[in-house]
C-alpha cells in the first residue's frame, strides 16, 4: 500500500503495527487464505486514498 500524502510504500503486513511511521487509513478489508479482498464499495467509498 502507498500513501497518497508522503509516497511511502508499506506492507500490509505492517500497516497499524507501530513498526513504521506514516500509517496509512485503515480500510475495511478481508483475508481469504493468501489474498486480500476488498469490497468494491469500500475502495469507492476510499478512492482518493488510492493511486
Known amino acids: 500500500m502507498v500513501c497518497n ?3 511511502k510504500a508499506f506492507r500490509l503486513t505492517t500497516i497499524n ?3 513504521e511511521g506514516c ?3 485503515p480500510v ?3 483475508v481469504a ?3 486480500l ?3 468494491e ?3 469507492l467509498r476510499g478512492w482518493r ?3
Do not use: N
Request: hydrophobic fraction near 35%; glycine fraction near 8%; charge should be negative.
Open 23 to 25: 500509517p496509512p487509513i
Open 17 to 19: 503495527s507501530g513498526v
Open 5 to 7: 500524502k508522503c509516497d
Open 28 to 30: 475495511h478489508h478481508q
Open 33 to 35: 487464505g493468501s489474498e
Open 37 to 39: 479482498v476488498l469490497a
Open 49 to 51: 486514498l488510492f493511486h
Open 41 to 43: 464499495s469500500d475502495v
